[in-house]
């Protein structure tokens, strides 16, 4: 079995960072692609980032200049760099992976609040 795990999530002012993590375990033959969505509540849930196997990567336009995605292959883990927080980023932050097969895998969530 895959299982996800987020953590790095809590509360932050605006203008403020944090950085999320998100560790797999379990038997993947391939990741082709890990990234980062988010869901504000009464919303559906949105694409923040991603990071291909290539090392490419793609954000979403409203996260543009602020977010870094990365990964680290050796750890398990993908990141979300997450600078210049604003209040509209609030939300439960979700990682995912799609294998060389196509399937895809989800963590359960971590909450970013930010607030002042």
């Known amino acids: 079995q895959v299982t996800l795990v987020e953590s790095g999530g809590g509360l932050v002012q605006p203008g403020g960072s944090l950085r999320l993590s998100c560790v797999h375990s379990g038997n993947i033959l391939y990741i082709g692609l890990m990234g980062w969505y988010r869901q504000a509540p009464g919303k559906q849930r949105e694409f923040v980032a991603s990071?291909?196997?290539?090392?490419?990567?793609n954000y979403a336009e409203s996260v543009k200049g602020r977010f870094t995605i990365s990964r680290d292959n050796a750890k398990n883990t993908v990141y979300l760099q997450m600078n210049s927080l604003k209040p509209e980023d609030t939300a439960v932050y979700y990682c995912?992976?799609?294998?060389?097969?196509?399937?895809?895998?989800w963590g359960q969530g971590t909450q970013v609040t930010v607030s002042s």
């Open positions: 995912n992976i799609v294998d060389g097969g196509l399937k895809t895998y």
């Open positions: 990071i291909m196997s290539g090392l490419s990567t």
